[in-house]
């Protein structure tokens, strides 16, 4: 069983921790345990409470309402809400449920059943991302369990993978892409996605994984002569020092156009190399790739 803090469930409720405060005192769904320090820690039925109490609030339950609803009143409520966007939430609110339960079936059934009914691009877009954005800074704090982390990670990639073999082959010469995590970087799901896009736009990707010195893409390049070369951030090391990063590919990818995409490009704030450019967002990526 996990422990969360109340920052954690901030970050997968969107609801603010000096909210969720207020909520505990003026009702009853939460009670969250204390240490001897008085420090909050909420266990794993509290959080997927509080996500169905905060996707209900937000289309217009009020609180005082959901307070006197039993959890299976909740739970009905939260499958009636039939907008668009309240169901996507709701379907990723379950994907947070199912990874912190270690439940490994539904969360496949959940994904496979999306993409079956919309396709991938659509499931990357409208839930898959928007889960790795909530659970993204569990990764980094170690707040979840490796096993939770692995059993997600791979069920995603499994489904990306699947759908880019399904592309096949054009077989026609043409634009060449080299896409790579540097070291210290394993999480490949955004960059499968960016090779999923690449090649149903008919760009060879020559794809070279995860945690990649910058010497072997060096010599990669030197060898195939790419046109561009992609890059996206999850969940890098402590010691990862993006900066360097950036100093390092004029000079050892030969000044190659090179796009970074992931969480360190928000915050980056210094000029970039002309060569490099960042995208920030899903949208971004796809735009950019579709002007190819």
């Known amino acids: 069983m996990n422990d969360f803090t109340i920052k954690d469930l901030e970050n997968l409720s969107g609801i603010k921790a000096h909210t969720i405060r207020i909520w505990e005192q003026r009702y009853n769904f939460l009670k969250p345990r204390r240490t001897d320090t008085n420090i909050r820690f909420y266990s794993n ?3 997927k409470t509080l996500l169905n109490i905060a996707l209900l609030n937000k289309y217009g339950f009020k ?6 609803m039993c959890n299976q009143e909740i739970c009905a409520k939260v499958l009636s809400l039939n907008e668009k966007e309240a169901v996507d939430e709701r379907v990723v609110n379950d994907l947070v449920r199912h990874m912190v339960d270690l439940e490994t079936e539904k969360f496949e059934k ?4 999306y993409i079956q009914e919309n396709g991938i691009e659509l499931a ?4 898959i991302f928007p889960f790795l954005d909530k659970i993204g800074i569990l990764w980094q704090t170690g707040h ?5 982390e692995h059993f997600v990670s791979n069920i995603i990639r499994q489904k990306l993978i699947v759908a880019i073999d399904s592309l096949g082959h054009s077989g026609q010469p043409g634009k060449k892409a080299v896409l790579f995590l540097p070291e210290g970087e394993y999480h490949e799901l955004g960059l499968l996605f960016v090779y ?4 149903k736009k008919g760009i060879k990707v020559i794809y070279l994984g995860a945690n990649v010195p910058m010497s072997d893409v060096q010599n990669v390049i030197e060898m195939i002569h790419p046109d561009i070369a992609f890059i ?5 090391c402590p010691n990862f020092h993006f900066e360097k990063l950036i100093h390092k590919i004029p000079s050892q990818m030969d000044n190659l156009p090179t796009v970074i995409s992931g969480y360190p490009t928000h915050k980056y704030g210094k000029e970039i190399p002309p060569c490099i450019s960042f995208k920030k967002s899903l949208t971004e990526i796809t735009d950019f790739i579709s002007d190819l």
Do not use: F, G, N
Request: one cysteine or more; aromatic letters at 4%; charged letters at 20%.
């Open 45 to 47: 039925e509290e959080l």
């Open 63 to 68: 609180l005082c309402h959901i307070d006197q």
């Open 110 to 113: 959940i994904i496979h059943v």
């Open 124 to 127: 990357v877009r409208e839930i």
């Open 144 to 148: 979840i369990m490796p096993a939770q």
């Open 196 to 199: 999923y896009l690449l090649k």
């Open 232 to 236: 996206h951030l999850t969940s890098i």
